[in-house]
């Protein structure tokens, strides 16, 4: 049986304004007919941005599921710039537009959302280690250059990163103009199996991966979680 709904698939900030905060889903478009996205930061209400993309990759990976969606769905929420300034709670809702009916689908704290701010917008595929070497795959995009370091408890290890591109990942951020080779493929030389971290950057932004010793044995690949902040 087929369902009329919104399906979330990431919330984040935007990798082009770091004050819009975007809600990213897909849904058929007779369930959002007639149907908005309404946002308030304590009692303020917020400016919300419909956008609407017709892809083929959304209702192929959709129809693979039973589920009849035709649209993806981008709601761009523009935060105030002292908006980390306050003790507040974000909150979403679809409302109706003729009831005027409100469905909370998303809260969040301000600490929280500074959190999120302060990352980078990535994603670890895998992690493996073979022999000396250490390697890790994935993809990360910002405005800015993104740097990814290894290091062995403080210490800094040699690290070779070379991008490639990564069109599925690209396709999600549709507000990135510039952005191209996103995909990495990070490998590092340990001398001898330690706990590491991962520190993905950009001049203004860092997010930090740990990965246990205890979960890497040789030649074993550990497929890591996707860090972008998503609703349940």
Same mark, same amino acid.
């Given at each position: ?30 369930? +959002? ?17 419909? $956008? ?9 990976? %959709? ?9 993806? %769905?981008?709601?761009?929420?523009? =935060?105030?710039?002292?908006? /980390? ?23 969040? $704290? ?17 992690? +493996? ?39 599925? /990942? ?14 990495? +493929? ?9 706990? =590491?971290? =991962? ?31 998503? /609703?349940?």
């Amino acid at each position: 049986m087929l369902e009329d709904r919104f399906y979330f698939e990431q919330i984040r900030f935007s990798v082009e304004n770091s004050y819009d905060f975007i809600i990213q889903g897909c849904a058929n478009d007779r369930y +959002m007919e007639g149907r908005t996205i309404t946002a308030k930061l304590g009692d303020e209400e917020l400016q919300v941005t419909k $956008k609407v993309y017709d892809e083929d990759t959304i209702k192929a990976r %959709y129809a693979s599921r039973d589920k009849e969606v035709n649209k993806g %769905y981008f709601f761009v929420i523009n =935060l105030p710039e002292d908006y /980390a300034s306050k003790i507040a709670v974000l909150e979403v809702h679809i409302e109706d537009i003729e009831t005027n009916e409100k469905i909370s689908i998303y809260k969040c $704290k301000t600490d929280r959302l500074k959190k999120m701010q302060n990352d980078v917008n990535f994603c670890i595929d895998s992690v +493996m280690q073979q022999a000396d070497s250490f390697f890790a795959k994935g993809w990360a995009i910002d405005s800015e250059t993104v740097t990814i370091e290894v290091y062995a408890g403080k210490k800094k290890l040699d690290t070779d990163v070379s991008w490639h591109s990564r069109g599925d /990942a690209l396709s999600q951020f549709h507000e990135s103009e510039t952005a191209s080779n996103i995909g990495f +493929m990070a490998k590092a030389i340990v001398p001898k199996k330690s706990n =590491l971290t =991962l520190i993905i950057s950009t001049p203004q932004k860092k997010s930090i991966v740990k990965v246990s010793a205890r979960g890497l044995s040789n030649g074993k690949t550990i497929v890591k979680k996707n860090y972008i902040h998503k /609703a349940l």
